[in-house]
């Protein structure tokens, strides 16, 4: 089954670092990027970076550039994306997305809620 | 980057309706342009991609179109299970950027 699996709910503190999962299945999944997108609680949605399942290549957005790193797992076709020094700006839901061969995300995981709080 | 503009930010339309939203970026981005639906608590939905193909699956009713850097998402005969937001994103360039949303309730 073509499909997305996000790991589960986080909480964490101010300053700490989280890693959320999200397995692939059903495709080749070195044939694809993904990207991951979030979106904070009753607003819209906001493009976080991008990697290539292909050879690892990466892009991410100014506001997260330096706090994330993203890796494709291609043993166990799974994408990380690791968050740190979290704030509370970063509270949000996680999506993983597949991006078509020409870009736009025609596949999404489940999402993952990231809850950010002293 | 590229800004994304929507309109309206909401609308109330009766089954049947035929509903427009817009969609505007602030540069060209050369037709690269998807919509997405998405309802509470699930993840969007792909429409339409490259301004007006029409995503295998989706309901014949949904249409896009596209005039410079003006593009539209048309409902054409709403049904219940239109209630939804509706995004549109541009991925011409990164970083990928989306419109602020289009919330759409049935009367």
């Known amino acids: 089954q073509v499909q997305l699996v996000q790991s589960g709910a986080e909480v964490k503190k101010p300053g700490a670092s989280v890693k959320v999962s999200c397995k692939s299945s059903?495709?080749?999944?070195?044939?694809?990027?993904f990207s991951w997108v979030r979106q904070v609680p009753g607003q819209g949605l906001e493009w976080v970076g991008w990697?290539?399942?292909?050879?690892?290549?990466?892009d991410f957005a100014e506001k997260v550039q330096g706090r994330v790193t993203m890796t494709a797992d291609t043993s166990t076709n799974t994408l990380y994306m690791d968050l740190r020094s979290l704030t509370s700006d970063d509270t949000a839901v996680y999506y993983c997305?597949?991006?078509?061969?020409?870009?736009?995300?025609?596949?999404w995981g489940r999402g993952t809620l990231v809850s950010v709080s002293s | 980057d590229i800004q994304m503009t929507q309109s309206p930010s909401t609308l109330s339309a009766s089954v049947g309706d035929r509903v427009t939203i817009t969609c505007r970026a602030s540069q060209s981005v050369s037709g690269w342009l998807a919509w997405y639906q998405q309802k509470p608590g699930k993840a969007p939905k792909l429409l339409i991609y490259?301004?007006?193909t029409l995503e295998s699956g989706v309901p014949s009713r949904f249409s896009g179109s596209a005039s410079g850097t003006e593009f539209t998402l048309t409902i054409s005969g709403l049904q219940p299970d239109d209630s939804a937001t509706y995004y549109c994103?541009?991925?011409?360039?990164?970083?990928?950027?989306f419109g602020p949303g289009t919330k759409v309730e049935i009367k």
């Open positions: 990697i290539s399942a292909h050879n690892g290549n990466t």
């Open positions: 490259t301004a007006s």
């Open positions: 059903g495709y080749n999944f070195t044939d694809y990027s």
């Open positions: 994103q541009q991925y011409n360039y990164y970083p990928f950027t």
């Open positions: 997305a597949r991006e078509s061969p020409i870009r736009y995300f025609d596949l």
